[in-house]
């Protein structure tokens, strides 16, 4: 067993690390969900540079947990499943997140999202638990986390039976996006979040997203209007 190390996030090959862990804990947590999925990391990591907010923690070269800060009060984190050190690192992790927290709210750099200031949110910080894992459950509370009314609803379908064509106005169109349709294909998604906010998401993020191993472009829709708008 090598001692717990971690740094920050540097670029390239550590977003593979990201995708080869997120793969392990989800097949470790079949058939229940997991936190970040492998196309949630592609599209939100950060370019080549170094970024204090996304840390990475490791067993000798084995990443084996991360925490990933977004300003100006959330932050996710993963611990792979099985960790003997899992409150430890937990608990780090947690530590770190409220010192990147104090730190923006002295620098007033960034104001809460709107959809948390309809909520009632302010000076805290906030991360989310699957109701089934209560070794996480049990970390927060030991941290004295509190659980609030606020929630996600996750939705399956089950694939065995053909899934129907959609029924569109004909004036509307469901297509993949091509090179071509970067910027607007960034727009719709910028517009579709600004209920957090002004979005920082460049068209970079998503060109990356589109060379990255694990991109399908099958999975990637964009509906369009008769006059070339996407809508969604």
Known sequence: MHQLVSRSYVGTPDLNRLINFTQRAARARWPQS?????????????????????KLWFDGTDLVAYGWFEPPHSIEFDILSGLTEYDSVGGEILKWAENRRRTLAQAGTRTIPKA?????????LLT???????QRVTLLKHHAYERTEGFDVLYRRSLDTPIAAP?????????????ADLDARVDVHR????????SSMPVENYRR????????PELDVVLEDAEGRFLA
């Open 167 to 179: 029924k569109l106005d004909p004036s509307l169109l469901l297509r993949h996006p091509t090179d």
């Open 191 to 198: 517009d579709s979040w600004s209920v957090w906010g002004p």
């Open 116 to 124: 948390h200031t309809m909520l009632g949110y302010g000076m805290v």
């Open 34 to 54: 997991t936190y970040k999925k492998v196309g949630d990391v592609v599209w939100g990591a950060p370019g080549s540079d170094s970024n204090i907010n996304l």
């Open 128 to 134: 989310m638990a699957l109701d089934d894992d209560v």
């Open 209 to 216: 997203l589109r060379s990255a191993p694990v991109y399908d």
